[in-house]
């Protein structure tokens, strides 16, 4: 059982560490901001190149044929043709 001399002393102490436990908190709330944000990188003005005919592979039971796409890549800066693949069918 606490006396009642421990109780005030922690009770000062929680009622002195609480304020400054909020006000240390709130400093890492300032943080500055960047001015500016790094550019986009654009796509180009055309259109992808046209689709390419790729052969379909046979039907797999429980799958579904997904076909190939176009894809810009920014890292290559220019259009990337991702081949079509087989996905697993949707359960209703």
Do not use: C, K, N, Y
């Not at 059982?1 to 005030?8: D, E, G, H, V």
């Not at 044929?65 to 220019?78: E, K, L, N, Y």
Request: aromatic share 10%.
């Amino acid at each position: 059982m606490l006396s009642r001399r421990s109780f005030l002393t922690w009770l000062v102490g929680a009622a002195v560490a609480l304020p400054l436990g909020t006000v240390a908190s709130t400093g890492a709330d300032a943080q500055p901001r960047p001015e500016h944000r790094p550019p986009r990188p654009s796509r180009p003005g055309g259109p992808p190149p046209p689709r390419r005919r790729e052969r379909r592979p046979r039907p797999r039971p429980g799958f579904v044929w997904v076909p190939g796409r176009w894809i810009w890549s920014a890292r290559r800066r220019r259009w990337v043709w991702v081949s079509g693949r087989w996905v697993r069918r949707r359960r209703r």
